[in-house]
């Protein structure tokens, strides 16, 4: 059975940095693309970043790209999320995923293209 589970939300304040973890199971962690979601109130899921299987070749939404850092440890079965200068507007829950990859080097940034999905994880930035 796979499972993602992700940690390391919390309540800070603006200017904090967190870094958000995902511990998969279940799987052979190193051939799966792995992605990073969030979704806010009221709004729809958006993609914010992704990796591909060795961790080589990372892809980013264009709004966090400054400030936001994926990355993997196949060895110990976790990818990360690390978030600098949080805002207000980061508030949101942050999910990962993870779809088998299809070449080495492949990215995914559409939410409908991955399996499997952790159950979340509350980042709430204060101003």
């Known amino acids: 059975q796979v499972q993602l589970v992700e940690s390391g939300g919390g309540l800070v304040q603006a200017g904090d940095s967190l870094r958000l973890s995902c511990a998969a199971s279940?799987?052979?962690?190193?051939?799966?693309?792995m992605g990073w979601f969030r979704q806010a109130p009221g709004k729809e899921r958006e993609f914010i970043a992704a990796?591909?299987?060795?961790?080589?070749?990372?892809n980013y939404a264009n709004s966090v790209k400054a400030r936001f850092t994926i990355s993997r440890d196949n060895a110990r079965n976790t990818m990360y999320l690390q978030i600098n200068s949080l805002k207000p507007e980061d508030t949101a829950v942050y999910y990962c995923?993870?779809?088998?990859?299809?070449?080495?080097?492949?990215?995914?940034?559409?939410?409908?293209?991955?399996?499997?999905w952790g159950q979340g994880t509350q980042v709430t930035v204060s101003s």
């Open positions: 995923a993870a779809v088998a990859a299809r070449t080495s080097y492949t990215i995914v940034r559409l939410s409908i293209q991955y399996n499997y």
């Open positions: 279940g799987i052979t962690f190193s051939p799966y693309v």
């Open positions: 990796i591909n299987w060795s961790g080589g070749v990372t």
